[in-house]
Nanobody, 123 residues
Framework: VQLQASGGGLVQAGGSLRLSCTASGRTFNVYVMGWFRQAPGKEREFVAGISWSGTSTNYADSVKGRFTISRDGAKNTVSLQMNSLKPEDTAAYYC?????????????????WGQGTQVTVSS
């Protein structure tokens, strides 16, 4: 499956952004989808994930209550709504897909990756 992420940008602290990831190629609905982020000099970290059915989600503690992941099987998209953004949320954000059942949090568990979209939060 090929993934294309979009929606990044520059926002002030406290603001919101919505990232989208569109999948093409193989059947989208069999894939667990995840969002990861990587700041300069840091390792890529899990942000949020959603099961193929959309009934199970998982979030990093740092974004719980502020970010919401969702998917639209008809449109082959997964979205990440980011509210109450903080400067520490600044990073390149990547969407990823894995063929499995559980919403894994390790990057190595995901086999397909989109290009990053930059999110910059100013203080």
């Amino acid at each position: 499956v090929q993934l294309q992420a979009s929606g990044g940008g520059l926002v002030q602290a406290g603001g919101s952004l919505r990232l989208s990831c569109t999948a093409s190629g193989r059947t989208f609905n069999v894939y667990v989808m995840g969002w990861f982020r990587q700041a300069p000099g840091k390792e890529r970290e899990f942000v949020a994930g959603i099961s193929w059915s959309g009934t199970s989600t998982n979030y990093a503690d740092s974004v719980k209550g502020r970010f919401t992941i969702s998917r639209d099987g008809a449109k082959n998209t997964v979205s990440l709504q980011m509210n109450s953004l903080k400067p520490e949320d600044t990073a390149a954000y990547y969407c990823a897909a894995r063929n499995g059942d559980n919403v894994a949090t390790r990057a190595v568990s995901y086999s397909s990756w989109g290009q990053g979209t930059q999110v910059t939060v100013s203080s």
